[in-house]
């Protein structure tokens, strides 16, 4: 048996690349031939993968489809013949990016239109969450199951910079949030509550964005802005821009909570991570955010400011409550290691 799993890139850091690279070393362990194929590469990951340019069809293969955006492997996969499989991973909706970009305007709503394209082309379709198989049934997708978005919580224990955490340890509290600078991610939600925080509750509270700040420079301009606006300087919002593995997680180990504003989310690793590290979790319940908790975390639906930095007032100063959280971030931890056991991919995979 061979694997190939095919993407429009393979971006160091970036979720669905780290997920298809741990099926593939999980599958060489179990020696199954293995392949990765991607558009477009990383030069730190080029020796993990096959570019899509270079491909020689293997027609005895099973070829499974990362799906998040719109790509030539559309057409590609379409004219393809024997196994197929897509894993999807979600489209983030056009109406985000109104405003902001008309390119990523249209170039989301291509997105969408692939996927309506390729409903009737596989044996197996996938969804990384439950909220992700609704949304391809509801587009008329048949045979469609969910398996978790494979990830090694091993690597999280790795080695961190104690100089780039010592060089952010202070007397403030830290509110941690990890993500791609992009209106989906309303980080525009999380300055209005730091500044909430600030100006009613504590002054000593920061707010921590790591995630990439160059996707989409003109909203990331204006969430700049936004703070300025507030009298919010560097030492309360920090941008961190996108870090090296070992800085990414002293981030972890310096938070004190980690809270999601966010509004259109297909599985959201960040709150994953922040089980992992057990560092309490408030996040706004949207998309498949509450089914990423597990029943770890705080939710809430409404975004008043108030609300949202009592909560966070909350989880900083109520030890028990802490301890509670903690407790129940070690469980959802469990459960994910249960549900996401890439044996039961492989079986999938097996039995076409």
């Known amino acids: 048996m061979t694997v190939e799993q095919f993407l429009p890139a393979l971006h160091y850091g970036d979720a669905v690349g780290n997920s298809a690279l741990a099926l ?23 020796d993990q993968a096959v570019s899509f340019a270079d491909y020689r069809l293997d027609p005895q293969s099973v070829k ?24 999807y991973h979600n489209v983030t909706p056009a109406r985000f990016f109104a405003g902001f970009s008309a390119e990523l305007t249209r170039f989301t709503h291509a997105g969408r239109e692939h996927l309506q394209r390729l409903r009737d082309g596989f044996d197996l379709v996938l969804g990384d969450s439950t909220f992700n198989g609704d949304e391809l049934r509801a587009l008329g997708f048949a045979r469609v199951g969910v398996f978790p978005l494979l990830v090694n919580l091993d690597d999280y224990d790795g080695e961190y910079s104690r100089a780039y955490l010592d060089l952010l340890r202070n007397e403030r509290k830290n509110i941690l949030f990890a ?11 999380l300055v209005k509550t730091v500044f909430y925080y600030k100006k009613f509750i504590s002054p000593n509270v920061r707010l921590i964005v790591a995630g990439n700040t160059r996707s989409l420079p003109s909203y990331f301009l204006a969430v700049q802005d936004l703070a300025a606006r507030f009298y919010l300087t560097s030492e309360d919002v920090l941008f961190t821009g996108h870090l090296p593995a070992d800085e990414f997680l002293a981030l972890y180990r310096l938070a004190d909570v980690f809270l999601s504003m966010s509004e259109h989310e297909g599985f959201c690793l960040p709150l994953l991570e922040s089980c992992h590290f057990r560092v309490p979790a408030l996040a706004y319940d949207a998309g498949a955010v509450a089914e990423t908790l597990g029943g770890a975390g705080m939710l809430f639906r409404a975004k008043d400011p108030a609300l949202v930095a009592g909560l966070v007032e909350q989880v900083l100063e109520d030890e028990a409550l802490r301890r509670r959280l903690q407790e129940s971030a070690a469980l959802r931890v469990a459960s994910y290691r249960r549900q996401a056991d890439p044996q039961g991919l492989l079986a999938m995979l097996q039995q076409l």
Do not use: W, Y
């Open 24 to 46: 593939h070393r999980f599958l060489r362990t179990q020696g199954v031939e293995s392949r990765l194929v991607a558009m477009t590469c990383d030069e730190s990951l080029r």
């Open 64 to 87: 499974v489809l990362h799906f998040a955006v719109a790509s030539q492997l559309t057409d590609f996969f379409l004219g393809l013949k024997g196994k197929r499989v897509m894993i």
């Open 179 to 189: 993500g791609r600078i992009m209106p989906n991610k309303r980080i525009e939600d």
